[in-house]
């Protein structure tokens, strides 16, 4: 019965941990945008102008990035 006790405790302490851990993130605040899930794996168009040289950017993509980053 102890035996059955003791690995019972660790299992449920377990379960309760990954309830806690698999809960969805609070939706953001009132002043704050909302998560960009497409900005996690894009490069910030800062990035590429500082490397367009590097990367070879021609200049009607270089007009589009400048002018994408104005509308913004």
């Known amino acids: 019965m102890k035996t059955i006790r003791m690995s019972l405790v660790p299992a449920l302490a377990l379960l309760a941990v990954a309830a806690v851990g698999a809960q969805q993130s609070p939706p953001p605040q009132p002043g704050q945008p909302p998560e960009d899930p ?3 794996v894009l490069f910030p168009p800062e990035l590429v102008m500082q490397h367009q ?3 070879g950017l ?3 993509q270089r007009a589009t990035i400048t002018k994408a980053i ?3």
């Open 58 to 60: 021609r200049p009607e």
């Open 53 to 55: 040289q590097e990367i």
């Open 38 to 40: 497409l900005g996690r």
């Open 70 to 72: 104005q509308d913004f």
